[in-house]
């Protein structure tokens, strides 16, 4: 930190020259000055607003991948962390433990659907996959039933990077380059709305691909050890949304066939689906919750995965059963992450955030409403704080622009110039802001992907 304040530029051609950033073809990044497109280096945040080191400022409309929830460098998230930082930053949680880690399960037990019991911490959302999906097997493995080894995931579906957590992805973008390296699922069809036939409601889709469940798991049953699901929204695979009724059927068949259901509320969870939890719109209970991202509003890593007292039994035996569930983290329950996410969780309870959140979602509807006639947009979709926007080459055919036409780029470029961060997933522009935005800034982020829009379809 010896260096004088710099200029975006300066930092730039700094990063470039030793970093390598993540979901990112470098090259667009071109160090000689022709990117296509440009490196951005922030020095600072304001609640929704991220400003960068020649002063620009830019709306978040993406939550900095999803994890912001009230604001860059919220304050009273901030004097927490700096209190704990002054007493205690980490200590091994093997054999010890702390009051920030003990208070946070409480408070997650409490506020979580009912009849989760054990709260298991990792450091980031695909380390709480990865330890679901091992808990999950190993459980099975201690009840004597070995041969169940397979888990069955959605198509679409999308749950991290790390090679457990990618094997139950069905995003061939991040998953064809490892598929030799990668586990096998099962693949159920995605209860998706945007995929039901003609006059087909999100129900009636939801239905049929229960249908569909129902007899993968009349033939796989006996080998599968769990369904995992992102809960109402798939997120990395296009924010495709689907009718809660799915996830009550899916609750129904997991008892009925004895497997476990894994619910992935990483995305989703801490109030971006209009509820705290996807999954109470449908009134279920996973065995397994994962949760990471808005955990901490943003500020440090940090994962749980939540679990019943009925899977902890199964592992709770004398050290020679050989039964313990060996996975670790060195910064598992890291203090500092956890008196942060209490700091998030007071916030939840002391604010009217699910309120404020519901009047924000309904202004960005009533805002996106006219793009539904957009000869270039096949659908306009809403679950809560998460909407999206699915540009298409012809609408009555839904036909995709070709991927090399890099559309969704283009609006990406055009927010930049705007003062707006939108990150669209390939021709699917989305906005998940933070819960601090305004109902002004909600106006600035739609109107700049209007006219982003209007530039990327043209020609």
């Known amino acids: 930190m010896n260096h004088p304040a710099?200029?975006?530029?300066a930092l730039a051609a700094r990063d470039l020259k030793h970093l390598w950033h993540p979901c990112t073809q470098m090259h667009d990044h071109d160090i000689a000055g022709q990117a296509s497109v440009p490196m951005v280096p922030i020095v600072r945040g304001e609640g929704a607003w991220l400003?960068?080191?020649d002063g620009r400022r830019y709306l978040d409309g993406i939550s900095s991948w999803w994890t912001n929830l009230f604001g860059h460098?919220?304050?009273r998230i901030a004097a927490a962390l700096a209190e704990q930082a002054g007493s205690l930053e980490h200590v091994i949680f093997a054999g010890f433990t702390h009051e920030p880690a003990i208070e946070l399960a409480e408070e997650l037990l409490r506020i979580t659907p009912p009849g989760l019991d054990r709260v298991f911490y990792a450091d980031n959302g695909s380390a709480a996959?990865?330890?679901?999906?091992?808990?999950?097997f190993h459980y099975w493995l201690n009840q004597g039933h070995g041969e169940k080894t397979r888990f069955i995931a959605l198509t679409g579906s999308y749950h991290g990077e790390t090679l457990g957590a990618l094997s139950v992805s069905d995003v061939a973008l991040y998953r064809k380059t490892y598929a030799p390296l990668l586990l096998t699922p099962f693949l159920a069809p995605s209860p998706d709305a945007y995929e039901g036939e003609p006059g087909e409601s999100a129900e009636q889709v939801a239905t049929r691909r229960l249908a569909e469940l129902r007899a993968l798991l009349e033939r796989h049953a006996h080998e599968t050890c769990a369904v995992i699901v992102e809960p109402l929204v798939q997120c990395a695979g296009g924010m495709r949304m689907y009718h809660p009724s799915y996830l009550s059927g899916l609750r129904a068949l997991c008892d009925e066939f004895a497997v476990?259901?894994?619910a992935d509320e990483i995305a989703v969870g801490f109030a971006r689906t209009g509820t705290m939890f996807a999954c109470e719109q449908a009134n279920v209970t996973p065995d397994f919750m994962c949760l990471s991202k808005g955990l901490t509003g943003g500020f440090l890593p940090l994962s749980a995965v939540l679990t019943t007292a009925g899977i902890y039994?199964?592992?709770?035996?004398?050290h020679r059963a050989g039964k313990a569930f060996l996975h670790s983290h060195s910064y598992t329950g890291n203090p500092l992450a956890c008196r942060v996410a209490l700091e998030t969780l007071a916030i939840f309870r002391d604010e009217p955030v699910l309120e404020r959140n519901r009047a924000l979602a309904a202004h960005l509807d009533r805002r996106?409403?006219?793009l539904r006639s957009h000869p270039h947009v096949a659908d306009v979709r809403q679950t809560g704080m998460i909407a999206a926007i699915e540009l298409v080459a012809d609408k009555a055919t839904r036909r995709p622009f070709p991927a090399t036409d890099r559309r969704g780029l283009r609006v990406y470029l055009h927010g930049l110039q705007q003062g707006v961060l939108l990150r669209p997933l390939g021709d699917?522009?989305?906005?998940?802001?933070?819960?601090?935005t305004t109902a002004q800034e909600i106006d600035l982020l739609v109107d700049s992907a209007i006219s982003g829009i209007e530039l990327a379809v043209a020609g």
């Open 51 to 53: 400003i960068d080191a």
């Open 6 to 9: 710099s200029s975006n530029a």
């Open 313 to 318: 039994a199964a592992f709770y035996a004398e």
């Open 428 to 436: 699917v522009i989305y906005f998940m802001p933070p819960y601090v």
């Open 368 to 370: 996106l409403a006219p």
């Open 129 to 136: 996959i990865e330890v679901a999906l091992k808990m999950s």
């Open 260 to 262: 476990h259901f894994i």
């Open 73 to 75: 460098a919220n304050p």
